[in-house]
């Protein structure tokens, strides 16, 4: 398999290609999510995944949506405000919500992972953050092995040395921080000011207290944005050398996410010159010695993701890429998500739906759904290609007792174009993508998604561009 997409991809090409899409962090994706799935759903699908004979491991995700300044490129859920009492009264909802969803699980079901995300995590304190996970440990049964992940995303501007060391000791060892790009202009335009000093200090601090892994997130298609000031950036990253680096594309989407509005249009990067700031990126970071992981994501050959996709147990879920393939994931906090068993569930995305929920003793699940039979199929099938790049056809038709041609032969008919313009190489017994059409991993999984003719994605044009 080729592993390491082309930086020379033909850009009328990409061009071509860079339409709307998911992002495949779910399938199917949360839009297509429904509110005939509730509390009652995501207590029978736990109850469930309890009666494997071998137990599956839980996965934690735990949603901070406070921020002290809005970024402006921001699409995530979050509140604006620097009332550091807002975190306390969250807090105390957060631990009934902790406390309600353990007692779904059999306590012979390990914690393997517990990931803060937000948001700014880092808007709580170390000394909250210590009372989050010391919850979990209570409630939960917490892996005390050395596979266990506690990781988090910093905010380098609202965290400092000392800050590191008490996460350190409370447990943390994987990190992630936000960058975006350090050209100062383009800083200014959405109103994330970072010094390079500040995001060095904490990176250099998170291997002095021996974090395992650091990943820095960038973004390319920002304001004010160029191909000089971007290759600066990614050399002082690559000098910074981080076990992992996301570089995401900017979604302008401002009827969305109202923070976009305050971005200029007439500031973004024209399409060739996003187009070139992307292969600017994977020559930049290929060079330096990373490996293209899929999507968005790089890492160097002995962290492990790296290793994890060598030996075929890569995973993606709404926290990105992740190494614990064998979980139930169970999000906790507003906006969060949980995929658990055959079943997906999200929490409301207002603070104040949430709250009552908890309120009133309940769960809150706003929406959800059971997958059918061919949403898991579909679903192992783009989760295949995603981590790495290959459909198993005989794996699949083995799996779900079908035969692969006849039962995606519409899929196949859209699949051809991308055949034809080198995109993927079809056999009777797999299908891979080459190295262009890593890049394009998303349109190849759009061909199997028998969603996005489906009246609710007309009706609901969420997606960001593929490029």
């Known amino acids: 398999m080729d592993i390491a997409p082309t930086a020379s991809c033909d850009t009328d090409l990409l061009r071509r290609y860079d339409v709307p899409g998911p992002r495949y962090t779910s399938y199917p994706t949360a839009p297509h999510f429904h509110n005939g799935f509730g509390e009652r759903e995501f207590r029978d699908a736990a109850a469930a995944s309890n009666g494997d004979p071998i137990p599956r491991r839980l996965s934690l995700y735990v949603h901070v949506p406070f921020c002290e300044s809005p970024c402006f490129y921001c699409g995530c ?26 007692q779904l699980f059999d306590r012979d079901r390990e914690v393997i992972q517990l990931h803060f995300g937000g948001g700014t995590p880092n808007f709580l304190s170390p000394a909250q953050l210590r009372e989050v996970v010391d919850t979990v440990r209570g409630t939960f049964r917490l892996a005390d092995s050395s596979e266990r992940d506690l990781s988090i995303e ?4 609202h965290v400092s040395p000392a800050d590191i060391a008490e996460l350190a000791d409370i447990g943390f060892n994987r990190a992630s921080l936000g960058v975006q790009d350090f050209n100062p202009e383009v800083q200014r335009a959405v109103n994330r000011e970072q010094s390079v000093e500040e995001t060095r200090a904490v990176i250099e601090a998170c291997r002095e207290h021996g974090f395992r892994s650091v990943n820095v997130d960038l973004i390319y298609g920002l304001p004010k944005q160029t191909l000089e000031g971007f290759s600066e950036t990614l050399d002082i990253v690559a000098d910074m050398r981080p076990d992992r680096v996301a570089v995401y594309g900017y979604a302008h989407m401002p009827t969305l996410f109202k923070a976009q509005g305050r971005i200029h249009a007439q500031d973004l990067p024209d399409a060739e010159t996003r187009l070139a700031l992307l292969q600017l990126a994977i020559r930049k970071l290929t060079d330096a010695g990373y490996l293209y992981i899929g999507m968005d994501h790089f890492a160097l050959p002995d962290d492990e993701l790296a290793t994890s996709q060598a030996r075929g147990g890569l995973h993606r879920n709404f926290m990105g890429y992740t190494t614990h393939a064998d979980s139930d994931l169970v999000g906790l906090g507003v906006s969060a998500i949980s995929h658990v068993g055959d079943t997906y569930s999200q929490n409301p995305r207002d603070l104040a739906s949430w709250q009552a929920a908890l309120d009133e003793g309940r769960l809150p699940v706003f929406r959800g759904m059971r997958l059918s039979e061919d949403d898991q199929l579909r679903a192992d099938l783009i989760q295949a290609l995603m981590c790495h790049g290959t459909i198993p056809i005989d794996a699949l038709e083995r799996r779900y007792a079908i035969d692969f041609c006849d039962y995606f032969a519409d899929a196949l008919h859209k699949l051809a174009p991308l055949a034809q313009d080198g995109l993927v190489r079809v056999d009777r017994h797999r299908i891979v993508a080459t190295s262009r059409g890593r890049l394009l991993l998303r349109n190849i999984a759009m061909c199997f998604d028998r969603y996005l003719d489906s009246p609710t994605a007309v009706a609901t044009p969420r997606f960001s561009r593929a490029i």
């Open 154 to 157: 910093l905010d380098p501007r």
């Open 77 to 102: 859920n979050r509140i604006i405000t620097r009332d550091k009492a807002r975190g306390e009264a969250y807090l105390a909802r957060l631990f009934r919500e902790i406390g309600l969803a353990s």
